[in-house]
């Protein structure tokens, strides 16, 4: 994914004395300052949430288009729907990909 931070490697003894997760170098706020103490987890969970409040924008767009402007084409219908299910794609990869990093640091932790 573009703008995603340079990560850090540090051990999982690190990374548990860091007690909220592993310390990046270039950690990215919303704002574009450096966020102190954010975990490269919470880089990649922001990373997904700008990622999918971008797409929402999209959707919202396209709804005003065929709300409030009278655009209610099948071109813009369809592109709405195609919009839509990449939306459901993307929030479902969002959780899969959160789920999926949280068990295996949960497991990393439980062999310290």
Do not use: C, H
Not at 6 to 34: C, M
Not at 63 to 89: C, H, K, W, Y
């Amino acid at each position: 994914m573009k703008g995603l931070p340079k990560l850090k490697q540090i051990s999982i003894k690190d990374y548990a004395a860091a007690g909220s997760g592993a310390a990046s170098q270039n950690n990215q706020s919303r704002s574009g300052k450096a966020a102190a103490g954010n975990s490269w987890y919470m880089a990649m969970t922001q990373a997904w949430g700008e990622t999918l409040d971008k797409q929402a924008s999209r959707l919202e767009s396209l709804s005003d288009q065929i709300s409030n402007q009278g655009q209610d084409t099948p071109s813009v219908m369809v592109q709405l729907t195609a919009e839509s299910q990449r939306m459901g794609f993307m929030s479902s990869n969002a959780s899969t990909s959160n789920n999926s990093v949280a068990q295996a640091l949960e497991t990393l932790a439980k062999k310290q």
